[in-house]
């Protein structure tokens, strides 16, 4: 039976963020500005504004960092609930961290090169398709026992929106031609689904791109020659 744990909304509190992140550089930082504050040094909008500031940086660094699961290696229980997505094969569900089995998608720092476009931020396209696939909808996940960087590596899926059976995450990222088939791991199981993301010229498919492997400077890491 999945574990599932349900929750409205990532928690992007203060709090939290200094959690995830490390509570006594910050806490230094605000003790030392409440005291400016205390003694008339700034005023009280300006304390808000760097309150603010401090807030919105640990926010939008956290999803970079890099994740740990707090499952045991050689764990295959499912796991499902609301995801957040961390970029085009990445997700974080159930405090875990989840890399999407068989593929790699685009870095989120990457750029590419498309017809009529010019450059633009695949990367980002990759994270949004992986969004507009799940679409708020619980997701589901299998992990294969292994892990990589501290993610738990599995195939994910949620539920069709005609609500006739469910839908593999893994496949149809590569079926938006951000993400590809990465044999080494997948024994090439999406090679199809690649090969009609390219014939229809889907997502970075129409124009010119680097294989995020390559982009990483890692020629051999899925497999590909």
Do not use: H
Not at 10 to 39: N, Q
Not at 143 to 153: F, I, K, L, Q
């Amino acid at each position: 039976m999945a574990q599932r744990r349900r929750y409205d909304s990532p928690d992007t509190s203060p709090m939290s963020a200094f959690k995830r992140r490390g509570a006594a550089p910050w806490i230094v930082l605000i003790a030392a500005v409440a005291g400016l504050f205390g003694s008339g040094q700034i005023t009280e909008a300006k304390l808000e504004r760097m309150l603010r500031a401090a807030w919105g940086v640990l926010v939008q660094e956290e999803p970079q960092q890099r994740g740990t699961s707090r499952r045991s290696r050689g764990d295959t229980e499912p796991l499902s609930g609301l995801a957040r997505i961390i970029d085009g094969d990445t997700l974080d569900l159930d405090q875990t961290r989840i890399r999407l089995r068989g593929i790699d998608a685009l870095e989120s720092d990457q750029r590419c090169t498309g017809r009529g476009q010019g450059s633009y931020d695949c990367g980002k396209q990759a994270r949004d398709a992986l969004v507009a696939l799940i679409g708020g909808a619980d997701v589901t996940c299998v992990p294969d026992g292994s892990e990589t960087y501290g993610r738990v590596v599995a195939t994910c899926s949620v539920p069709r929106r005609n609500g006739n059976g469910s839908l593999e995450l893994n496949a149809a990222m590569v079926r938006t031609g951000f993400a590809f088939d990465c044999p080494r791991f997948s024994k090439g199981a999406y090679a199809d689904e690649e090969k009609a993301a390219k014939a229809a010229r889907s997502g970075a498919w129409s124009g010119r791109f680097e294989y995020p492997w390559e982009f990483r400077g890692r020629d051999n890491a899925c497999g590909r020659d």
